[in-house]
């Protein structure tokens, strides 16, 4: 039955161009509301970038620009890959957007008035990497272990607090409530730990003439919110929270049935699963209804860092692809396909181009694009063709149940193998049958073995309509309008 569907991902900072991390998160996320659409149903799909916060600020006087200016040039980056990837997100959240400035601002009112904000003076070595306060036991040599060259900033100034310490027992009690909140079960288990060990109140505001780039405290003019009571809150203010109701429990949802599916990082599992559920049950609304966590991309077997140089970006990715013979559009399925089947859905993986060509080579130029133009050159050939209007009626098939299964436990990497596993069968089945053979000593068993192929070809067109969107679009083409000059080069050998 076709209903709302609600997904988002994390907002990026704008101070740094976009990496392969959040390009795999965003695709992501982005086969998933596909999914959900090609199903019939409404989807919100959210993104966007957080503006606010110290690095953003830093690096807005480093270059001597005002700050507004500066993220003003840098949120179209963001924003390109929409294009780059082929994304079908319906709304780009900006932080510094008026109507999400005074969401958080109301936001914090009523978690103050709950009672759950206080401000106390504190001393605390804090990580801008991460956003986030460290303890002596978080740290190696003096530093973040995730951010190990950026120095800890030592911050001493009276701040406001959100009283998270309070919400161990009520999150651990929701958490044992939705047994598939966080997926994978690996990261539930971490979170739960995490918060079985006791936690510690956050600090939520810095000293405005400190850092002036941020949300103002609502009554204290002295004070600018930090990060999480600003950027956690784009996922409700996008659809219209405060004021919109109606839109905000069509895709928020209820206690009861929750919809906000929120995709992250490791990096982000505290943050999203623990920190956010506290504030949301501080301000008393309805929880997020599914945190799904991606693993690190690695490269050549290193985490990407910029002191290594060897950060990969998408945008070169596709560049480069396109410099070794392909089209736009196929860079961007070639990319997509990389990010969804070779890459982990859930584990951390490595990035090195010698198994991206392989794969390419192996599964795009053979695998899909092979098969495509043997299956529709014998069709054509033997006069056979699809009859569109009926597909509808043909039984659904065996494996659909399966690839649905996997796609609803966002298992994307085990459902791209379904596919394969697929296209393989066709290959088999081609071998065996050699029907470009048999049609001259038994045209009639040659032409049935025809057909069960382009219906496969049909099914696999359909299965791969979230993954690759603009290769299915092709496949599907040429079934409907089958010519022999029409059949598409799906993906060329690289030069
Ligand atoms: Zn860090």
């Known amino acids: 039955m076709p209903k709302n569907f609600y997904i988002t991902t994390t907002l990026p900072y704008v101070n740094a161009d976009p990496h392969i991390g959040f390009a795999l998160e965003i695709v992501q996320a982005d086969v998933i509301a596909r999914y959900h659409a090609q199903n019939g149903d409404t989807v919100f799909f959210n993104t966007g970038t957080d503006e606010h916060g110290l690095k953003v600020y830093q690096k807005a006087r480093e270059e001597g620009k005002d700050p507004q200016a500066y993220t003003d040039e840098l949120a179209p980056r963001f924003d390109r890959l929409k294009q780059g990837l082929n994304l079908s997100y319906n709304h780009f959240i900006r932080t510094t957007d008026s109507h999400h400035i005074s969401a958080a601002q109301e936001f914090w009112k009523r978690c103050a008035a709950n009672g759950d904000i206080y401000s106390k003076t504190y001393q605390v070595k804090y990580c801008v990497g991460c956003e986030l306060e460290k303890t002596e036991s978080e740290l190696e040599d003096g530093h973040c272990i995730i951010h190990p060259n950026l120095e800890l900033e030592i911050i001493d100034e009276e701040n406001y607090f959100f009283r998270f310490s309070k919400f161990g027992p009520q999150l651990l009690e929701f958490y044992k409530a939705h047994p598939d909140f966080v997926v994978p079960d ?40 930090y990060v999480w009571f600003d950027a956690l809150i784009n996922y409700i203010s996008t659809i219209g929270w405060p004021e919109d109701e109606a839109n905000f429990a069509a895709f928020w949802g209820t206690e009861q049935a929750p919809g906000g599916v929120q995709a992250a990082g490791k990096d982000n599992l505290r943050q999203q699963s623990a920190m956010w559920q506290a504030m949301l049950m501080s301000a008393g609304l309805p929880n997020s209804k599914q945190i799904l966590i991606h693993g690190f991309i690695n490269s050549g077997g290193h985490k990407m860092s910029k002191s290594l140089g060897n950060v990969i970006d998408p945008f070169v990715v596709l560049d480069d692809l396109q410099k070794l013979g392909l089209t736009p559009i196929q860079a961007t399925d070639a990319l997509r396909y990389f990010l969804l089947r070779e890459i982990s859905t859930f584990e951390d993986s490595d990035f090195t181009w010698e198994r991206f060509k392989e794969s390419y080579t192996a599964n795009l130029v053979n695998g899909i694009g092979n098969l495509t133009s043997r299956v529709m050159k014998m069709a054509i050939s033997a006069e056979i063709e699809l009859n569109i209007a009926d597909l509808d009626s043909q039984p659904v098939h065996e494996a659909d149940k399966d690839y649905r299964d996997l796609l609803e436990r966002y298992e994307l990497q085990k459902c791209a193998d379904l596919v394969w596993e697929h296209i393989a069968w066709c290959d088999r089945f081609i071998q065996e049958h050699e029907p470009f053979k048999v049609i001259k000593t038994d045209p009639e068993k040659a032409r049935a073995d025809i057909m069960i192929l382009l219906l496969a070809l049909w099914q696999i067109a359909n299965w791969l309509a979230p993954f690759l969107p603009s290769s299915s679009e092709q496949i599907t083409e040429i079934l409907k309008n089958p010519k022999l000059e029409n059949i598409p080069r799906l993906f060329p050998r690289l030069e």
């Open 186 to 225: 690996f990261r539930f288990h971490e979170i739960k730990n995490f918060v079985e060990n006791g936690l510690q109140d956050f600090s939520i505001s810095r000293l405005k003439e400190k850092m002036p780039w941020g949300v103002p405290v609502p009554g204290d003019d002295t004070q600018v919110m």
